[in-house]
């Protein structure tokens, strides 16, 4: 004979454990696993031609305010539309401790914008973010201002610590495709951009300004076009009169198990380079801009240049262009085309 309590504990534990965002059969009551928020709960609905930049946003801030959590973002086309103060453009923002999560077939695509400074995903003053999955479709070919600003950015990260960024894909921004520096702060530390495509953003795909422990690792970065100085990756710090500070040389920069591809071939003023560090001003105080820079199992389809940066090794590696050499870089079982020695 079947004890009737046992039933009653069986289907109390059955409706206790349902995955997430089931309804329970009969209620209309919809159960979400804790941590996780769905952008669609918020208002964002793919394909339908409207902005969905404050609801996605509205659930950035819910799963901060809950003290952490896992935004969703369905596979679909979301519309970000930027909005404007000051001058300057903001789509996207995240918070401490907040992971975006999107579908492989995930698209935020820009709306078409006259703002020559802005950014579609901001990571400002955070700590322990992480961006993974999707596209960032910019709007470089339908950008209407008629300054000649470089400031429209895919994604910057400034100010923050522990972030990552982890199988996007990142293409025709305005700008950068990745900017990461300093928002009035002491810069960056500890960002990984892991297993990303990054391609076609006007000024650099990658720049690196103000920060610390820096790691790009399985990534393809090709195509930089459009505005000066076009790299592929770029790593050269902001100066003020020529003058450098030393907490803004940017050092530990690790670039492993990735290609990287010039859109042309490079010139005498630094354009065009497949990765390149650089300090454009030649500071008087400080010359050196980057130091503990480790370039491994890398392809760089283009020239390279080792302008200013200190204590900085290639190795297991091939550069099929001219390396511009200033620095006596340390070369370990590494083939170059060229390599021009200052």
Not at 82 to 102: A, K
Not at 174 to 185: E, H, L, S, V
Not at 309 to 335: E, L, P, Q, R
Request: aromatic letters at 6%; proline letters at 2%.
């Amino acid at each position: 004979m079947l004890n009737r309590n046992k039933i009653i504990s069986v289907s109390l534990a059955a409706l206790l454990f349902v995955p997430a965002s089931l309804a329970l059969p009969g209620t209309g009551v919809s159960v979400k696993a804790q941590g996780t928020f769905n952008a669609a709960d918020y208002g964002a609905y793919p394909g339908d031609n409207k902005s969905d930049t404050d609801e996605i946003n509205s659930a950035i801030r819910a799963a901060n305010e809950a003290g952490g959590g896992t935004v969703v973002l369905s596979s679909g086309e979301y519309n970000i539309k930027l909005s404007e103060s000051g001058g300057n453009g903001y789509g996207l923002e995240m918070r401490d401790n907040v992971t975006l999560q999107m579908d492989k077939n995930t698209k935020l695509v820009v709306e078409p914008s006259k703002l020559d400074n802005y950014q579609v995903l901001r990571i400002k003053w955070c700590n322990n973010v992480t961006v993974s999955g999707g596209r960032i479709v910019g709007e470089k070919n339908k950008h209407s201002g008629q300054g000649e600003a470089d400031e429209g950015h895919g994604i910057v990260i400034a100010d923050s610590t522990n972030i990552s960024i982890i199988g996007m894909n990142i293409s025709n921004n305005w700008g950068d495709g990745i900017y990461i520096g300093n928002g009035g702060n002491n810069g960056c530390n500890t960002v990984k951009i892991k297993d990303c495509t990054i391609t076609g953003n006007r000024r650099n795909n990658i720049a690196i300004v103000d920060a610390d422990n820096v790691t790009i690792d399985k990534c393809v970065i090709k195509n930089a076009k459009g505005a000066a100085p076009q790299c592929g990756i770029l790593i050269e710090p902001n100066t003020s009169g020529g003058n450098l500070k030393g907490d803004e040389v940017c050092k530990n920069i690790t670039i492993k198990n990735t290609t990287v591809k010039s859109a042309k071939k490079g010139n005498k003023n630094g354009q065009f380079m497949a990765v390149m560090i650089l300090n454009p001003y030649y500071a008087s105080n400080n010359k050196t801009v980057a130091k503990n820079v480790t370039i491994s199992k890398c392809t760089l389809n283009g020239d390279c240049g080792n302008y200013s940066g200190k204590k900085v090794s290639i190795k297991n590696s091939k550069i099929k262009g001219t390396f511009y050499d200033h620095m006596k870089t340390k070369i370990k079982k590494t083939t170059i085309k060229s390599h021009y020695k200052f």
